[in-house]
């Protein structure tokens, strides 16, 4: 099936000037899935992007991230961190670019998972993340945040996408 019929943008914007954050909200509950592009630049080098659910700042997130750039490979692990993952923005000179996924976001009786990737050019690695919300609430709003008191640049771009059931 074609990615037009399958993905609905739902809203898009481009920072005017610097924010801590951006906050999709209202997400409507009916699509099967939800997916989020985003072009970052923060204000701080390493600083990268996180993301959290329904304002929820409280201690309930994982995620398991692997990275690499074609000579050395790492990876990462947060328990019970305040965001789901940092995705994204390394770089404080370049955008960099991040596709998100939120699957099942408007089931009431499991917790939320996600998938991202990502890439630093700046840098030279790409990224991969899995991430847990342990919540069953269904996800209405998204908001993008910087990390460590950084700031999101101006010029930064977000996308966020329904998926339709096939």
């Known amino acids: 099936m074609p990615a037009g019929s399958t993905y609905t943008p739902i809203a898009t914007t481009t920072l005017g000037s610097a924010a801590s954050s951006y906050t999709f909200s209202s997400i409507p509950s009916t699509y099967t899935d939800l997916v989020l592009i985003l072009s970052t630049k923060t204000s701080s080098n390493a ?11 409280g201690s309930n997130y994982s995620w398991t991230e692997i990275s690499g750039n074609g000579s050395a490979a790492s990876s990462a692990r947060g328990s019970n961190t305040t965001y789901i993952f940092n995705c994204g923005s390394t770089s404080n ?3 960099q670019t991040g596709i998100m996924s939120f ?3 408007s089931n ?6 996600a998938l991202s990737r990502g890439m630093d050019t700046t840098n030279g690695y790409v990224q991969a993340h899995v991430g847990t919300w342990r919540n069953t609430a269904a996800i209405t709003s998204v908001t993008v945040l910087a990390n460590s008191g950084s700031t999101l640049a101006s010029g930064c771009t977000f996308t966020l996408y329904g998926i339709a059931s096939a």
Do not use: E
């Open 47 to 57: 600083a990268g992007v996180s993301v959290r659910f329904n304002g929820d700042t």
């Open 103 to 105: 699957n099942n976001y």
């Open 108 to 113: 009431t009786t499991t917790y939320k998972t």
């Open 93 to 95: 000179t370049d955008f």
